[in-house]
């Protein structure tokens, strides 16, 4: 079993749905939870980072732990195309460095207009 | 500069071909990190930089593959004798300390592209 797990998709919703990604961990060490935002041909940049469980909002996105189930989410209210990437989690454990930090392998998202 | 500067954006070689990546990183971060990118998977670590100290190599998938960073700034990433396997989008990163905290964002370049034939 990966450590994390991220279903690839493509994912492929209308203008202003409410968008829903996910992942699954194993390690219950994990404590630092990072959604990143990787548009084609760019480098991932952050876009949502959480510490523990429970919820985090910004803007449009909202971040949700539970590390009860080992499961984190990512959701996007009114979805615009600009909002078309690849979204990939990322999690590591209490006080270690970036160079630990497990990657999923990122769910493709597909907004039409 | 403004962010994470790498060089070439693309690359293609020919397989038992050395090439070298560079990436700059923003100014006064200490820490400097090389992730490969493969088609269909996840950011894989390579190689870690922390100032002066020794670096991590843990993530090098074979003697191949090198890095150096020079005066604690520029670094250059070598694959030796390229393998088509090596294909993929090599991703340099940088932070202002190592440890994962919130005050302490990882920043990526916009990556090198490398197709071996």
């Known amino acids: 079993q990966k450590e994390v797990e991220q279903d690839p998709g493509p994912l492929s919703v209308p203008e202003g749905a409410i968008v829903s990604l996910n992942c699954t961990y194993s390690?219950?060490?994990?404590?630092?939870f990072m959604w990143y935002r990787q548009y084609s041909r760019k480098g991932p940049e952050l876009l949502m980072y959480?510490?523990?469980?429970g919820n985090k909002e910004d803007g449009r996105f909202t971040a949700q732990v539970d590390k009860s189930s080992k499961y984190i989410s990512l959701f996007i209210r009114d979805s615009q195309p600009s909002d078309s990437a690849t979204y990939l989690c990322?999690?590591?454990?209490?006080?270690?460095?970036?160079?630990?930090?497990?990657f999923g392998k990122g769910t493709m998202l597909l907004v039409s207009p | 500069g403004a962010g994470v500067s790498q060089s070439p954006s693309n690359k293609v070689t020919e397989k038992g071909k050395d090439v070298e990546l560079r990436c700059d990183p923003i100014?006064?971060?200490?820490?400097l990190y090389w992730y490969r990118q493969s088609l269909g998977q996840g950011l894989e670590f390579l190689i870690y930089?922390?100032?002066?100290?020794?670096?991590?190599k843990s993530g090098l998938p074979s003697d191949r593959f090198s890095a150096e960073r020079t005066g604690g700034s520029v670094s250059t990433l070598t694959i030796q004798r390229t393998q088509q396997e090596d294909s993929a989008v090599y991703l340099c990163?940088?932070?202002?300390?190592?440890?994962?905290?919130?005050?302490?964002?990882?920043?990526f370049g916009e990556g090198s592209w490398l197709t071996v034939v």
């Open positions: 990322a999690m590591s454990a209490k006080n270690l460095r970036y160079s630990t930090l497990t």
């Open positions: 100014s006064g971060h200490t820490a």
């Open positions: 959480t510490y523990s469980s």
């Open positions: 390690n219950s060490a994990f404590q630092y």
């Open positions: 930089f922390q100032g002066n100290s020794a670096p991590d």
């Open positions: 990163a940088s932070s202002l300390g190592s440890s994962v905290s919130l005050g302490n964002t990882i920043y």
